[in-house]
């Protein structure tokens, strides 16, 4: 049986594959992440001159490149049609399917400007397999345990192949064009757009939206997520305050005219500005419980990651698994260095990632209240 379009329902299972109508000329291919949490990836498909656009890219892996491949043929093409990647940020689910099939079939991969550091990082000829900037940011958070579990357990060595450099690097305000530049409403070709890249760091330094303004959709990557937040700075070189950095970009997208969310991971059918107000009423009232766990007399980020809860499920600390822990404590780093920003907190050292000392340690960061 030949692949049909099918239209976008808001109440559907997102993750199932196929090939989705959410707007004229604009397709959803939801692709496959194995063993993760998120279960799938959005990548969009536009429609352009002399082949196609693609929004995100998916993880490098078999089973989604034959899947894209199947939803793409739906769509009368194929893999050796897409002319670029528009890709919000490097993290491996949105990028390394862009890398792989530039490199078989001449595609342009285009990257926000901002997620350079960290590509040029992961890319250092001497840095370790481990992530080791997240290793001393858990040492810091006095996690030295969890962070002791996590390199006993090293993830598989990375194929640094698929963190190869863009074609282009896209800076905050850059113009693309997709499909002709003017179109004949009476003729049955490409649909002309504008899509403007706005810079939004927070779940990454470089992190990109891109803004379709004159047909109300912008695409939200993992800035804007329809039910849950996005990691904060998990990245290879965090920024001194990405929480600061992600609730600006939030706030810079609630200053734009509203448009329907085209998220990476999750249901389509939400308004940006709806769910930006409720990511910043969650992030408010967890700056406050984190200040409560303060007050309680913790004082490690570890020890106030404890007296949280976490998941929409509401499980404790202990009840995630080691990665997820991980994210868990580095995200109560950043609320808490949020809290100093605001005067609201002292802590004994600079709660920024610092180096091992001689001794092969990292020193405990401690928080009080001011």
């Known amino acids: 049986m030949s692949p049909t379009i099918l239209d976008d329902e808001p109440d559907g299972d997102w993750t199932a594959p196929g090939t989705y109508r959410c707007a004229p000329g604009v397709y959803r291919i939801p692709l496959p992440l194995p063993n993760d949490g998120l279960r799938a990836v959005n990548v969009y498909a536009i429609e352009d001159v002399g082949g196609w656009t693609l929004v995100d890219s998916g993880w490098a892996l078999t089973v989604a490149e034959e899947l894209l491949a199947e939803s793409l043929s739906a769509l009368g093409t194929g893999l050796d049609g897409v002319r670029r990647f528009l890709v919000t940020h490097s993290h491996r689910d949105h990028y390394t399917m862009g890398v792989e099939l530039r490199r078989r079939f001449g595609s342009r991969v285009l990257l926000g400007a901002g997620e350079k550091p960290g590509l040029d990082e992961i ?141 990476a991971h999750g249901k389509i059918g939400r308004r940006v500005h709806e769910r930006v107000d409720e990511l910043l009423a969650h992030h408010a009232q967890r700056l406050d419980d984190t200040f409560a766990g303060l007050v309680e007399g913790r004082t490690t980020a570890k020890e106030v990651a404890s007296t949280l809860a976490w998941t929409r499920r509401g499980r404790t600390l202990a009840e995630l698994d080691p990665f997820n822990r991980m994210l868990a404590i580095l995200e109560t780093a950043v609320h808490l260095e949020v809290l100093v920003e605001r005067g609201l907190v002292a802590s004994d050292s600079d709660p920024a990632p610092a180096g091992p000392g001689d001794d092969g340690s990292v020193a405990v960061v401690h928080y009080r209240v001011a």
Do not use: K, Y
């Open 123 to 263: 890319n250092r000829p001497d840095r370790g397999q481990g992530g080791s900037s997240h290793m001393e940011r858990l040492r810091q958070a006095g996690a030295a345990d969890l962070a002791d579990l996590i390199m006993a357990n090293p993830p598989p060595r990375m194929d640094l192949t698929m963190w190869e450099p863009p074609d282009e690097w896209l800076e905050d305000g850059a113009v693309l064009t997709v499909g002709p530049e003017e179109h004949d409403p009476a003729g049955s070709g490409p649909i002309g757009r504008t899509l403007t890249a706005i810079a939004t760091p927070g779940h990454t330094r470089g992190h990109l939206v891109f803004a379709d303004s004159d047909h109300d959709l912008m695409f939200t990557g993992d800035h804007v997520l329809p039910t849950i937040t996005p990691s904060i700075g998990f990245e290879p070189i965090a920024p001194p305050s990405p929480l600061s950095d992600f609730l600006t970009s939030l706030q810079l997208l609630r200053d734009r005219p509203d448009a329907a969310m085209l998220p």
